[in-house]
């Protein structure tokens, strides 16, 4: 009986030992997996300080525009909605959008492929009307490209040039690609790319373009129309590009 009593304690103890054992043991978290546009937003929204609330836009380009093997991603952001709640808060709306909600509304990043980290926001001062847009040329070396972002200012667009350096992007020239869309007057050029004079990163050739006569109903039109410019192969200038301070200049005019 005695026996029998010990091993009921025994067994007794046992089962308290394995509940408290057992409910003292953490359930094992779910892992929150992020997807790669999940990534990008969060990144966005916190470098930009945009609220739940705001409606924007971000495009994704590809391509490889660093030393590594990695495909990576230039991110663009465009705030239109912002621009257009600050100029109804401050009563402009109207003359906001005689310039096309010029300012600080659009902005790109560049994310790298292989350690997926994403750099802080470059700001390109620009129409709040018109998304930047991304092309991608080999000029400083053949082995990856260099991002080149095109904005528009009203009748005008520009384009700025960018090379990867330690993670980061550097401007390294900018051009006015065309002024005076649907006027009488107006004025274009055309690139085109050489072997490099000064360095290995080729010349950047400007030609006088030929812009296309067009008219547009809506004023508004502009922003989102991408003209058509001949090359005359009357050449204008010629820009090299100077390693030791990382830009293109140009000979002074005789």
């Known amino acids: 009986m005695k026996n029998s009593i010990v ?43 945009i609220p739940a609330t705001e409606k924007y ?32 808060n401050s009563d402009r709306l109207a003359k906001r959008a005689e310039t096309g909600f010029m300012g600080n509304y659009n902005f790109f990043f560049v994310l790298d492929g292989k350690t997926k980290e994403i750099t ?65 007057e107006n004025q274009a050029i055309s690139i085109e790319y050489d072997q490099g004079s000064y360095s290995l990163a080729k010349d950047i050739l400007i030609y ?8 547009f109903n809506d004023p508004s039109e502009v922003y989102n129309y991408n003209p058509k410019i001949e090359n005359t192969k009357i050449l204008e200038r010629r820009w090299f590009f100077n390693d030791n301070q990382r830009k293109y200049f140009t000979m002074k005019d005789k």
Do not use: W
């Open 7 to 49: 091993l009921l304690s025994c067994l007794l103890l046992f089962a308290c030992s394995e509940k408290v054992g057992n409910k003292n043991k953490e359930k094992p978290k779910d892992v929150i997996v992020e997807t790669l546009d999940q990534k990008i937003k969060h990144h966005i929204e916190a470098s930009l300080q």
């Open 57 to 88: 836009v971000f495009e994704k380009y590809e391509a490889h525009v660093n030393g590594d093997d990695s495909l990576d991603i230039v991110i663009t952001v465009n705030r239109l909605d912002h621009a257009l709640e600050r100029a109804i």
């Open 120 to 184: 802080p926001p470059i700001l390109v001062p620009s129409s709040a009307k018109a998304k930047l847009q991304v092309k991608f040329e080999n000029i400083r070396t053949e082995a990856y490209k260099d991002i080149l972002i095109d904005f528009k200012l009203e009748h005008g667009a520009f384009r700025r040039f960018f090379t990867m350096y330690n993670g980061l992007p550097k401007e390294v020239f900018q051009i006015m690609l065309y002024d005076g869309l649907g006027d009488m």
């Open 208 to 215: 006088v373009g030929k812009l296309e006569e067009v008219e």
